[in-house]
C-alpha cells in the first residue's frame, strides 16, 4: 500500500518527468497546476479535514475551465463541490483561491488574509506573484515556493512534507 506521501512524492516525480519543453524557465502548465491542485488541499491540514472544496479562480480562464472539470471528484480527503471565476476577488468566502498571473494582487490577498483561505498562484519569470503557494519549475521540475509569513496571516497549517519539497520565502 502506498502512504499519501509516497504517493505526493510518486505524482510530483511524474509530473517532473513529463515537464514541459515549451516553457519558459519558471512557467508550470496550466494543466499541471491543477493536477497538482488536488495534491496541495492534501498538505493543508483546514483543508484536509474539510469534506467540500471550493475554489474561486481570478483571471485565469483556462485554469478556471480545467477545474471546471473535476467538480464532484476528489482532493485530497475532500470532495471539489464549485468552481468560480472572476476578475476581482469574490464577496463570499471560498477555500482557496487561485490569483492568475495578470490578476490584481493586492486584492486577492487582502481576501485571502480575511477570509483565511489558501492563495495560490503561478510562478512566472518576471512577474512577482504573491500568495502562499506558488507553483513553478525549476531546473525542469515542479516546484513549490511557499511563503510561510503570508500562510500564517492565511490561518494555513502545513503538513511538514510540503514544506521540506518548497521553497521557503
Same mark, same amino acid.
Given at each position: 500500500?502506498?502512504?499519501?506521501?509516497?504517493?505526493?512524492?510518486? /505524482?510530483?516525480?511524474?509530473?517532473?518527468?513529463?515537464?514541459?519543453?515549451?516553457? /519558459?524557465?519558471?512557467?508550470? #502548465?496550466?494543466?499541471?497546476?491543477?493536477? =497538482?491542485?488536488?495534491?496541495?488541499?492534501?498538505?493543508?491540514?483546514?483543508?484536509?479535514?474539510?469534506?467540500?472544496?471550493?475554489?474561486?479562480?481570478? *483571471?485565469?480562464?483556462?485554469?478556471?475551465?480545467?477545474?471546471?472539470?473535476?467538480?464532484?471528484?476528489?482532493?485530497?480527503?475532500?470532495?471539489?463541490? +464549485?468552481?468560480?471565476?472572476?476578475?476581482?476577488?469574490?464577496?463570499?468566502?471560498?477555500?482557496?483561491?487561485?490569483?492568475?498571473?495578470f490578476a490584481e494582487n493586492k486584492q486577492?490577498? +487582502?481576501?485571502?488574509?480575511r477570509y483565511n483561505v489558501m492563495s495560490?498562484? #503561478?510562478?512566472?519569470? *518576471?512577474? /512577482?506573484?504573491? *500568495?502562499?503557494? *506558488?507553483?513553478?519549475?525549476?531546473?525542469?521540475? #515542479?516546484t513549490f515556493y511557499l511563503d510561510l509569513?503570508?500562510?500564517?496571516?492565511?490561518? =494555513?497549517?502545513?503538513?511538514?512534507?510540503?514544506?521540506?519539497?518548497?521553497? =521557503?520565502?
Amino acid at each position: 500500500m502506498i502512504t499519501s506521501s509516497k504517493h505526493f512524492l510518486a /505524482t510530483l516525480f511524474l509530473f517532473s518527468a513529463l515537464a514541459v519543453n515549451n516553457c /519558459t524557465a519558471e512557467e508550470l #502548465p496550466i494543466r499541471l497546476q491543477v493536477a =497538482l491542485m488536488s495534491k496541495i488541499v492534501a498538505m493543508e491540514h483546514n483543508l484536509a479535514t474539510k469534506q467540500k472544496i471550493s475554489i474561486f479562480v481570478l *483571471g485565469a480562464p483556462k485554469v478556471f475551465e480545467l477545474l471546471q472539470q473535476d467538480i464532484g471528484f476528489q482532493m485530497g480527503n475532500s470532495k471539489l463541490v +464549485a468552481v468560480d471565476q472572476g476578475d476581482r476577488p469574490p464577496e463570499k468566502q471560498y477555500d482557496v483561491i487561485y490569483i492568475g498571473a495578470f490578476a490584481e494582487n493586492k486584492q486577492a490577498m +487582502a481576501y485571502a488574509k480575511r477570509y483565511n483561505v489558501m492563495s495560490l498562484y #503561478p510562478k512566472i519569470a *518576471g512577474k /512577482t506573484q504573491i *500568495g502562499s503557494l *506558488g507553483l513553478g519549475i525549476k531546473s525542469g521540475k #515542479p516546484t513549490f515556493y511557499l511563503d510561510l509569513e503570508q500562510s500564517e496571516a492565511e490561518n =494555513l497549517h502545513w503538513n511538514a512534507k510540503i514544506i521540506k519539497l518548497a521553497q =521557503l520565502k
